[in-house]
């Protein structure tokens, strides 16, 4: 007489993925990894913000030797995201004293240039860069390894992170040195307040280049430069009377 099992079989559940670990895994390593401080590397945080606006080209190189290690163009030590973050707290608390706000406004305002000016622009730019990048910038064969099919998100948001640093220079730490200037009623005043915005733009604008270009499996990168024509036309019809620094200021802070 056969014995029967006293207990059925257990047998490995496939229809049931793990929601937390899938999840999780969308999203990019430098963001799930912002908590860990002792293992984030601030010297070359600090290296690279040097040379991006020293030697941009310079920053880039390092991406081959990071693909090479760890498989991924993107960055996964968000040091330098930390460091953005403190850099835009203290742009905040300068121009909140400029403004004469109170230390509550001046929260407020850091968490603006964070979440706002910082992160939700740039989820924006890098999803639209990597949409140009894999539809119009992507080369028919690669030549890389099997891998190098299309841009990842998490390396269109480095390229923004890279190209937003000079930008932050130009527009959050030289326009607050030169405010009592820029926002006086004269047309060398509104001259240097509008090229200010040019420089801030134009230099975005090269680090998203130098950014995709970086890439051995994207052709026609030049592409990425062709919004420096609108840019450069709008500053110099802007010089007939129009100051974009005190109408972007005034926009700025009365919200």
């Known amino acids: 007489m056969p014995i029967l099992p006293l207990t059925s079989p257990s047998y ?7 929601t937390p670990i899938a999840v999780s895994s969308r999203i ?5 990894r912002l908590h860990r401080f002792q293992q984030m590397d601030f010297e070359v ?10 030697a941009p080209k310079r ?3 390092n991406v081959y030797y990071h693909k090479q290690t760890k498989n991924t163009w993107a960055r996964d030590d968000p040091a330098i995201l930390v460091l953005l973050f403190g850099c835009l707290l203290v742009a905040a608390l300068a121009w909140s004293v400029a403004y ?8 407020k305002l850091g968490f603006i240039m964070i979440l706002r000016d910082f992160l939700l622009v740039g989820v924006v730019m890098a999803t639209l860069m990597r949409l140009l990048a894999n539809k119009v910038l992507l080369s028919p064969t690669s030549h890389s390894s099997p891998t190098d099919t299309s841009v990842e998100w ?7 992170t890279n190209a937003f640093f000079p930008l932050f220079l130009t527009l959050y730490v030289t326009q607050l040195l030169l405010l ?9 005043c509104l001259l240097v307040g509008n090229t200010l915005y040019l420089v801030g733009f134009a230099q975005y604008i090269y680090g998203v280049y130098l950014g995709l270009s970086a890439l051995p499996f994207l052709i026609r990168s030049e592409i990425l430069l062709s919004p420096l024509l609108p840019l450069f036309a709008s500053y110099v019809v802007s010089l007939l009377g129009f100051n974009v620094a005190s109408h972007v200021l005034r926009a700025y802070f009365s919200t």
């Open 12 to 18: 490995p559940n496939h229809s049931l993925p793990s």
């Open 28 to 32: 990019p390593v430098i963001f799930r």
């Open 45 to 54: 945080a600090l290296w690279q913000l040097s040379y991006l606006c020293l």
């Open 59 to 61: 920053v880039y190189r």
């Open 100 to 107: 004469s706000y109170t230390l509550f406004d001046a929260m």
């Open 154 to 160: 998490a390396y269109a948001f480095d390229v923004h």
């Open 180 to 188: 009592p200037v820029i926002l006086k009623d004269k047309w060398v």
